[in-house]
């Protein structure tokens, strides 16, 4: 299924500044996924994909909600098949690849509730930032299924294979004080100062080198199964790096005791 033309426009776009925002607005359902919304979802992150002016994202969602999952009501009105279940989830896959090796940062903005396939939303991007009132739960193993847009990938990765474990298998809640003690989320911020701070950190990356942002990226996706492979991958990389103009600039800039093109926002 697609969504039309006329389909109400539940996640918005907007860029300034050379930042992608990207924002799932149904509050209402406190922006649970349904068909339209997923695929608005996909829409825009390939559109975000092809605009090579875009150098960062932020990923949020309105009303006092990250993503609270599945909608319930509409899974539970499907009449469809093994088949079309794995059809489904390869729609899903299709825009979850092009987010997960984009070749730009990606910060997500979690404020309310990052449920079900909204926490496996928000373990897609590089960094997690979120207010206290934040909460995450893979909850899947409630309603009998289990973890989808690519948990069982992000997940281990973030927390390690036990702890991903115990999560999935428990469906419980984690407040935002233990996601940040996980490694889930890498800063905590009251909700008035969440949005500006997600911004702030992206908007710093459109003074980094995108060859070097999208080599550390593509690196940390792809593993290395061995030392000799993970030490051969990172001679790889820093030859490419090593010859950009960013590079170049970077070091004259330090030279000459001007201010680096990159530079980490400080928290206020």
């Known amino acids: 299924m697609t969504a039309s033309p006329e389909a109400r426009r539940m996640v918005r776009l907007e860029v300034r500044e050379q ?8 509050p209402e359902k406190r922006n649970a996924f349904d ?19 875009i150098r960062a994202v932020v990923l949020t969602g309105a009303g006092g909600h990250f993503c609270a999952g599945g909608d319930l009501r509409n899974i539970g009105s499907l009449q469809i098949d093994s088949g079309q279940w794995r059809e489904r989830l390869g729609n899903v896959h299709e825009w979850l690849r092009d987010l997960l090796t984009l070749d730009r940062p990606v910060v997500a903005a979690v404020d309310g509730a990052a449920a079900g396939a909204g926490f496996s939303l928000a373990l897609a991007a590089d960094f997690v930032i979120a207010t206290p ?4 739960a893979m909850s899947f193993i409630k309603v009998g299924l289990v973890p989808d847009v690519g948990a069982f990938y ?47 950190i992206a908007r710093s990356f459109t003074g980094a080198s995108p060859t070097a942002v999208s080599l550390i990226k593509r690196a940390l996706a792809d ?24 590079h170049r600039e970077a070091v004259a800039a330090f030279l000459d005791k001007r201010p680096l093109p990159f530079s980490w926002p400080s928290a206020a």
Not at 133 to 136: G, I, L, P, S, Y
Not at 156 to 174: F, T
Not at 182 to 193: D, R, W
Not at 224 to 245: C, F, I, K, R, Y
């Open 223 to 246: 593993g290395a199964p061995s030392l000799a492979q993970a030490l051969d991958a990172e001679a790889n990389a820093q030859t490419v790096a090593a010859g950009t103009p960013a």
């Open 35 to 53: 068909l339209v919304l997923r695929d608005q979802l996909a829409e825009a992150v390939r559109t975000v994909r092809r605009d090579r002016d």
């Open 19 to 26: 930042v992608a925002t990207l924002t799932l607005d149904c």
């Open 133 to 136: 009132r934040a909460w995450f």
């Open 154 to 200: 992000t997940l281990p990765r973030v927390v390690g294979v036990q702890r991903a474990r115990e999560l999935m298998l428990s469906g419980r809640d984690v407040r935002a004080d233990e996601a940040l003690r996980l490694g889930i989320v890498t800063e905590l911020h009251a909700p008035e100062a969440l949005l500006p701070r997600a911004w702030a």
